[in-house]
């Protein structure tokens, strides 16, 4: 069974930094393409960033200001958020698509960022 579970979420002021990880079970992340989105209430949610086999990408809103990354060999990927402003207060979720497009969620950590 497939369990994506984030961390390092939590209040920071503008212009802070926070890690978020994304530790992954009963499947190897090495060979999918994982992602980090995140959704206010009442909106849809959005995709912040993506790192597969063909690269990384960001929205527009973070680039220059967040990083993904990936540890395959401890099958985590994390989103390294700097500068934050309070527009990017959220909860953001970890999610993993595989080549036959199924995808997968965690339970989402809270990002709130003070001015």
């Known amino acids: 069974q497939v369990q994506l579970v984030e961390s390092g979420g939590g209040l920071v002021q503008a212009g802070g930094s926070l890690r978020l990880s994304c530790l992954a079970s009963?499947?190897?992340?090495?060979?999918?393409?994982m992602g980090w989105y995140r959704q206010a209430p009442g909106k849809q949610r959005e995709l912040v960033a993506t790192?597969?086999?063909?690269?990384?990408s960001y929205t527009e809103s973070v680039k220059g200001r967040f990083t993904i990354s990936r540890d395959n060999a401890n099958n985590t990927v994390f989103l390294h958020m700097d500068s934050l402003k309070p527009e990017d207060t959220d909860v953001y979720y970890c999610?993993?698509?595989?080549?036959?497009?199924?995808?997968?969620w965690g339970q989402g950590t809270q990002v709130t960022v003070s001015s």
């Open positions: 009963g499947i190897i992340i090495r060979w999918n393409t």
């Open positions: 999610n993993l698509r595989k080549l036959d497009r199924s995808t997968y």
């Open positions: 790192i597969g086999l063909s690269g990384t």
